[in-house]
């Protein structure tokens, strides 16, 4: 059974930053796909990006191109979320998934919500001054 954890969260100000980590365990699959979501308070889940583990392509959501980076390293079956210029919009719980498939991202968006097969537990990340 896979298991995913995610860690990093915490208290910010804003404009920090804050490095998130997706750690999988147990049964693993040689391609697949990780996605980033959030869920603000009273609000629904939502997307932030996606990687690929077939040619690492990664797709982010409007809301945080250039300050948001996603990084893997697949020795470690780990996928990493960088994120900077934190806002308090950026508030919530940030989870990890993951989907057993070979897209690229290149080509094709992030698998929806209900797409994915595996989640973490969620980190909570606060940005508030």
């Known amino acids: 059974q896979l298991q995913l954890v995610e860690s990093g969260g915490g208290l910010v100000q804003p404009g920090g930053s804050l490095n998130l980590t997706c750690a999988a365990s147990g049964v693993t699959r040689d391609y697949y796909a990780v996605g980033w979501f959030r869920q603000a308070p009273g609000k629904e889940r939502e997307g932030v990006a996606c990687?690929?583990?077939?040619?690492?392509?990664?797709r982010y959501e409007d809301s945080v191109k250039g300050r948001f980076t996603v990084s893997r390293d697949r020795n470690k079956n780990t996928v990493y979320l960088q994120m900077t210029s934190l806002k308090p919009e950026d508030t919530g719980v940030y989870y990890c998934a993951r989907i057993a498939t070979d897209l690229s991202f290149l080509i094709y968006p992030c698998p929806r919500e209900f797409e994915y097969d595996y989640w973490g537990q969620g980190t909570q990340v606060t940005v508030s001054s």
């Open positions: 990687i690929s583990s077939n040619d690492g392509s990664i």
